[in-house]
């Protein structure tokens, strides 16, 4: 099968009507979305249409019974004035296996990489030219079927979204080890992006903001004992010039910025453990003053760098963002690489 992308252009470009310094995160949208339907087992033509809404079957499946996965990554423009997403590869696998974890169809890497491209081709006017923001991209599939009942849909619908973001400069986080509720369950959907995972997040996160934390550091549903990830982050603590970050258990998101971080930390010859890491051992570390980073790692933030520490009622401050060897290390070179201010070894840049 090949496949090609019919475009149909707007003719209101909303570009003029956008302050690029000031975007409310994702809330402002591209002109353009791009649109491919999954019927009688196989994937449609993708069609490249201005902005608008989609409508739907009251029955949509999806809406019931929550077939629906997402992904999400950025097109920067580097300083020789390129556009570039990065590691869409890593993000075109990690659907495909998101996809088969909630059994939905796999999507050709031509309907995904190369409707992607054209896309941003298409609207590279919105990527901003501004030190720190980028286009966020969101590539999503939902089950469309019209009828109530459960099983797996028939047919769906891809969509991708793209919004200019501008840097995310959030203030250090406060977050709390959560040891009622859980993310993901043994034989779960954990490392899957699907819409659910999220939705199940909400109210334990609400509760522990309602106490002054901006996130929850989820732990096993078993036992509470080990770390997995925070919000829509992987996590990674520093005790004593030693990086420690969960290990892929099947229960935590394969995280494109936590891969690229593990790499270029072990390439400059510091020492990374992926391992299961016991709440316990924190603690006992945060007791001790040892911890002397942590950190959020993800596509919105970069690093998100963590400043407090709840467990139980007791709470730990950790040492101030400057002095933070690693998690610096890992914003400035991955700033770096993005930017094209350094030469992109590991081939991570994909040019439009
Ligand atoms: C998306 C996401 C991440 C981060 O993945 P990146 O590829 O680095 O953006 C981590 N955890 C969860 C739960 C996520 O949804």
Redesign the pocket.
């Known amino acids: 099968m090949t496949y090609e992308v019919k475009i149909t252009k707007t003719n209101h470009s909303t570009i003029s009507t956008v302050d690029f310094n000031n975007i409310p995160f994702g809330q402002v949208f591209t002109d353009h979305i791009l649109v491919c339907d999954y019927t009688n087992g196989e994937w449609g033509q993708p069609e490249i249409i201005p902005f608008g809404n989609l409508s739907l079957h009251p029955a949509t499946s999806a809406l019931h019974y929550g077939q629906t996965i997402f992904e999400?990554m950025k097109a920067y423009k580097t300083s020789d004035g390129r556009t570039v997403i990065f590691r869409p590869d890593?993000?075109f696998a990690?659907f495909n296996h998101s996809a088969d974890r909630m059994c939905m169809p796999n999507i050709p890497k031509e309907i995904f990489i190369d409707g992607l491209k054209s896309l941003i081709d298409l609207d590279k006017e919105w990527v901003p030219n501004i030190h720190g923001s980028s286009l966020y991209i969101r590539p999503f599939m939902f089950g469309t079927d019209g009828a109530v009942g459960v099983r797996p849909s028939d047919n769906y619908k891809f969509v991708i979204i793209c919004s200019p973001v501008n840097s995310y400069y959030p203030e250090p986080i406060k977050v709390i080890f959560e040891t009622h509720y859980s993310r993901a369950a043994f034989g779960g959907t954990g490392e899957a992006?699907n819409g659910g995972?999220y939705g199940a997040a909400m109210l334990p996160t609400k509760l522990v903001q309602d106490k002054g934390f901006k996130q929850v550091l989820w732990t096993d549903s078993k036992e509470h004992r080990y770390v997995e990830?925070s919000?829509?982050?992987?996590v990674f603590f520093v005790i004593e010039d030693v990086i420690l970050t969960p290990d892929l258990s099947g229960r935590?998101?394969h995280?494109?910025?936590?891969e690229s971080a593990i790499q270029l930390l072990k390439e400059a010859g510091f020492i990374v453990e992926e391992r299961p890491i016991e709440v316990s051992e924190i603690v006992t570390a945060l007791k001790e003053g040892k911890v002397s980073e942590a950190f959020g790692?993800?596509?919105?933030a970069t690093i998100a760098h963590i400043s407090h520490i709840g467990h139980d009622a007791d709470v730990y401050e950790l040492p101030p963002v400057e002095g933070r060897k690693y998690s610096t290390f890992i914003t400035d070179n991955l700033d770096a690489i993005k930017t094209g201010k350094l030469p992109d070894i590991h081939h991570w840049l994909e040019t439009i």
């Open positions: 999400g890593r993000n990690r992006k995972n990830e919000g829509t982050m992987n935590i998101l995280g494109v910025t936590r790692c993800g596509t919105a």
